[in-house]
């Protein structure tokens, strides 16, 4: 079945492009200059990305890897690790494989340098539940200690940073470790032997690793293609950044975090209470994002944060609404507001303490979204104005390069891929930098996914904010317009 659906994808795109009548090429020609010119950019940058990720998997990585063991080894005594996990409005069947694999991977670590289980919760049920797995588990943790926090619901944020001043105050060394675990994610038996020798190089401030994922079998196909994708290409790329040891984030799924910087007051203080101040926006304080916040702590101190490629958390992920497209921008303007709005900040940190290509992959984020706006918009204005045969054209040229690039993809993890796969990529590309577009300009929007309150109607409240949502509207009304006319200029459509 999967055969069928990539020779029909090729078929078609052969099709289209051999029934091109190509004496109109040179009218053609004209409205797809801006597409040719950034292409070779984006290609270009995609190529360097994948080239860094390939030597960094194959020969760079297993050689720190051996050296960071051979250190750990050598070392008088292993690690304490301490998990640091959050569980707020998730199933019980999730919560209990979750602290079941978390309960394992304690007791695989108290065997050797001891393990702390720090769990926030909310709800007397879950806290119950939690006691009544790590009771009924049949490892041995008489060794690992339990620590069940039961707070008010004030955020995410409260939550993190009371539980690391519950660990301060276990006076952890440098050597020991804080795995910072999401209530929906499930750890490697084998995480801290995996991750805490890496602790040996004194510049490390944080690792995180790979991730897999799993989706309900209630949910759409579609969505479950969608995250696979997604991961793949996140492979590509912490492979790339980690060659550099500054990947671009922590993920909130698991990172893990050198125990003497997690419990460092100004970290704790990052965590609990970040804000930007912004010239049109006024003090935004963050609600999501606590991964970027530990990630801009760490990079703005001159800490290294690496990646592991070969060990993978499992995400058990869930459609937040019903629909597909509908799914996917609730979670692509939850990812890249968090994105956003720690980006201009990491921007302004000197490229000589963070690293150039650690701050042009920075930069990248912002051109990235007017860059792959650009293309469509020069092919539609093109195919009204000048040449109609423009748009089959770029339909052609789009197949061909995201099934190419997809192929590439799957000689990273040597998968083949469903043929959704460059529909889905596309789709990623356009919609995401549309969405980075509106959030760019709107950085005070922020919401958690499973939170249930609903917006307020934009004549309940109060003028200040109403007039703030004018002003961004005009704002990125404005940018796209210039965007608009300076693709039209250089296409020479006008």
Same mark, same amino acid.
């Given at each position: 079945?999967? #055969?069928?659906?990539?020779?029909?994808?090729?078929?078609v795109?052969?099709?289209?492009?051999l029934?091109?009548?190509f004496?109109?090429?040179?009218?053609?020609?004209?409205?797809?200059?801006?597409?040719?010119?950034?292409g070779?950019?984006?290609?270009?940058?995609?190529?360097?990305?994948?080239?860094?990720?390939?030597?960094?998997?194959?020969?760079?990585?297993?050689?720190?890897?051996?050296?960071?063991?051979?250190?750990?080894?050598?070392?008088p005594?292993?690690?304490?690790a301490?998990?640091?996990?959050?569980?707020?409005k998730?199933?019980?069947?999730?919560?209990?494989?979750?602290?079941q694999?978390?309960?394992?991977?304690?007791?695989a670590?108290?065997? !050797?340098?001891?393990?702390?289980?720090?769990? $926030?919760?909310?709800?007397?049920?879950?806290?119950?539940? *939690?006691r009544?797995?790590?009771?009924? #588990?049949?490892?041995?943790?008489?060794?690992?200690?339990?620590m069940?926090?039961?707070?008010?619901?004030?955020?995410?944020? =409260?939550a993190?940073?009371?539980?690391?001043?519950?660990?301060?105050?276990?006076?952890?060394t440098?050597? /020991?470790?804080?795995?910072?675990v999401d209530? /929906?994610?499930c750890?490697?038996e084998?995480i801290?032997?995996a991750?805490?020798?890496f602790?040996?190089n004194? @510049?490390?401030?944080?690792?995180?690793? =790979?991730?897999?994922?799993?989706?309900?079998?209630?949910?759409?196909?579609?969505?479950? =293609?969608?995250?696979?994708?997604?991961?793949?290409q996140r492979?590509?790329?912490?492979?790339?950044?980690?060659l $550099?040891d500054?990947v671009?984030t922590?993920?909130?799924?698991?990172?893990?975090?050198?125990?003497?910087?997690?419990?460092? !007051?100004?970290f704790?203080?990052?965590?609990?209470?970040?804000?930007? =101040?912004?010239?049109?926006?006024?003090?935004?304080?963050?609600?999501?994002?606590?991964?970027?916040?530990?990630?801009?702590?760490?990079?703005?101190? %001159?800490?290294?944060?690496?990646?592991?490629?070969?060990?993978a958390s499992?995400?058990m992920e869930?459609?937040?609404?019903? %629909?597909?497209? @509908?799914? !996917?921008?609730?979670?692509?303007?939850?990812w890249f507001?968090?994105m956003?709005?720690?980006?201009?900040r990491?921007?302004?940190?000197?490229?000589?303490?963070?690293?150039?290509?650690t701050?042009?992959?920075?930069? @990248?984020?912002?051109?990235?979204?007017?860059?792959?706006?650009?293309?469509?918009?020069?092919?539609?204005? %093109?195919?009204?104005?000048?040449?109609?045969?423009a748009l089959?054209?770029?339909?052609?040229?789009?197949?061909?390069?995201?099934?190419?690039?997809?192929? *590439?993809l799957?000689?990273?993890?040597?998968?083949?891929?469903?043929?959704?796969?460059?529909?889905?990529?596309?789709?990623s590309?356009?919609t995401?930098?549309?969405?980075? $577009?509106?959030?760019l300009f709107?950085?005070?929007?922020?919401?958690?996914?499973?939170?249930? !309150?609903?917006?307020?109607?934009?004549?309940?409240l109060?003028?200040?904010?109403?007039?703030?949502?004018?002003?961004?509207?005009?704002?990125?009304?404005?940018?796209?317009?210039?965007?608009?006319?300076?693709?039209?200029?250089?296409?020479?459509?006008?």
């Amino acid at each position: 079945m999967m #055969m069928l659906g990539h020779i029909a994808f090729i078929a078609v795109m052969v099709g289209l492009g051999l029934s091109l009548p190509f004496h109109a090429m040179g009218d053609v020609g004209s409205a797809l200059v801006v597409v040719g010119v950034i292409g070779l950019w984006r290609y270009t940058w995609a190529a360097i990305n994948f080239g860094r990720a390939a030597l960094f998997l194959k020969s760079v990585y297993p050689r720190r890897k051996a050296r960071a063991m051979a250190a750990y080894a050598a070392l008088p005594s292993p690690a304490h690790a301490y998990f640091l996990v959050t569980s707020y409005k998730i199933e019980p069947e999730v919560t209990t494989r979750v602290y079941q694999a978390l309960f394992r991977a304690a007791a695989a670590a108290a065997s !050797a340098g001891g393990a702390t289980v720090v769990c $926030s919760v909310v709800d007397t049920a879950d806290a119950r539940l *939690i006691r009544n797995i790590f009771d009924r #588990m049949a490892v041995d943790t008489s060794n690992t200690r339990l620590m069940v926090d039961q707070i008010a619901g004030t955020g995410k944020r =409260d939550a993190l940073a009371r539980s690391l001043r519950l660990i301060a105050g276990e006076a952890p060394t440098r050597r /020991d470790i804080v795995l910072f675990v999401d209530g /929906d994610s499930c750890v490697p038996e084998d995480i801290v032997a995996a991750t805490a020798p890496f602790f040996t190089n004194p @510049d490390m401030g944080a690792v995180t690793t =790979d991730e897999e994922v799993e989706i309900r079998a209630t949910d759409m196909p579609l969505f479950r =293609d969608w995250f696979m994708l997604r991961f793949n290409q996140r492979q590509v790329m912490m492979s790339s950044m980690g060659l $550099s040891d500054r990947v671009l984030t922590l993920t909130g799924r698991m990172s893990v975090v050198r125990a003497d910087l997690a419990t460092n !007051a100004g970290f704790i203080n990052q965590v609990q209470s970040d804000f930007i =101040d912004h010239w049109r926006l006024g003090r935004v304080n963050f609600l999501t994002g606590d991964d970027k916040s530990t990630w801009f702590w760490l990079l703005k101190n %001159g800490y290294k944060m690496g990646y592991l490629p070969d060990v993978a958390s499992l995400s058990m992920e869930s459609q937040p609404r019903p %629909g597909f497209v @509908d799914s !996917a921008l609730t979670l692509m303007v939850r990812w890249f507001g968090n994105m956003l709005r720690t980006n201009g900040r990491a921007l302004s940190l000197s490229p000589n303490s963070i690293g150039w290509f650690t701050w042009w992959s920075i930069l @990248d984020q912002r051109v990235g979204i007017w860059t792959t706006l650009a293309g469509p918009i020069s092919v539609l204005f %093109g195919a009204v104005f000048i040449e109609p045969l423009a748009l089959p054209v770029y339909i052609t040229w789009v197949m061909f390069t995201r099934y190419t690039y997809c192929w *590439i993809l799957a000689t990273v993890r040597m998968q083949p891929f469903p043929i959704t796969y460059p529909f889905l990529l596309y789709f990623s590309q356009i919609t995401g930098a549309a969405v980075k $577009s509106f959030v760019l300009f709107r950085l005070d929007r922020q919401r958690w996914t499973r939170q249930s !309150a609903r917006k307020a109607r934009a004549m309940s409240l109060p003028f200040g904010q109403r007039l703030q949502g004018w002003s961004s509207t005009f704002s990125h009304s404005l940018a796209l317009g210039w965007l608009t006319l300076g693709v039209i200029l250089l296409s020479g459509i006008v």
